[in-house]
C-alpha cells in the first residue's frame, strides 16, 4: 500500500509543476511586450527629435 501512496503523492506533484511552468511563460510574454512598446516608444521619440533638427535648407 505505501507503493500506491507514493504514486498518489507523485501524480499531484506532477500536476503541480505543470501548472507552474505555465505561469512563467505568461508573464515572460507580458514583459516582452511591455519591453517591445517602450522600444517602439523611445525609437519614435528619437526619430521625432531627429527630425525636429534635419535642416530643411540642404
Do not use: C, W
Not at 511586450?33 to 540642404?58: P, S, V
Request: avoid cysteine; aromatic fraction near 6%.
Amino acid at each position: 500500500m505505501s507503493g500506491k501512496e507514493d504514486l498518489e503523492l507523485e501524480d499531484d506533484f506532477v500536476s503541480e509543476d505543470s501548472d507552474n511552468s505555465e505561469a512563467p511563460v505568461e508573464v515572460a510574454k507580458t514583459n516582452l511586450t511591455k519591453r517591445r512598446i517602450i522600444d517602439n516608444f523611445l525609437e519614435e521619440r528619437r526619430l521625432h527629435k531627429q527630425l525636429a533638427e534635419y535642416d530643411f535648407d540642404l
